[in-house]
Nanobody, 119 residues
Framework: QVQLVESGGDLVQAGESLRLSCAAS????????MAWYRQPPGKEREMVAA???????VYADSVKGRFTISRDNAKNTVYLQMNSLKPEDTAVYYC?????????????WGQGTQVTVSS
């Protein structure tokens, strides 16, 4: 079992920055992808950024150039640096870890952290 805990969410004004953290603990798998998702109020959850154990990163078009995902494997922690925040970035942000067992994907989710961006 893996546990994920997000932190860093806050109420900020448009144009400001935030840095989210997600600390993983428990029985960590040897290979996994970590990602950030967000769910705006009244909308579906969407992928924001993802990073495997290597150096590859993937971003949603809406955040590309503004957000940066990074990973500290020694600390089992993933970060999301969010710059130039916009009101449409307002959402609950979730950390996810995806691994596989015998070819079956397993996802672990954090509890979420609220990011609110005022105009």
């Amino acid at each position: 079992q893996v546990q994920l805990v997000e932190s860093g969410g806050d109420l900020v004004q448009a144009g400001e920055s935030l840095r989210l953290s997600c600390a993983a603990s428990g029985d960590m798998p040897s290979s996994y992808v970590m990602a950030w998702y967000r769910q705006p109020p009244g909308k579906e959850r969407e992928m924001v950024a993802a990073i495997p154990k290597g150096d590859t990163t993937v971003y949603a078009d809406s955040v590309k150039g503004r957000f940066t995902i990074s990973r500290d494997n020694a600390k089992n922690t993933v970060y999301l640096q969010m710059n130039s925040l916009k009101p449409e970035d307002t959402a609950v942000y979730y950390c996810k870890l995806r691994t596989s067992y015998l070819g079956v994907a397993h996802d672990y989710w954090g509890q979420g952290t609220q990011v609110t961006v005022s105009s």
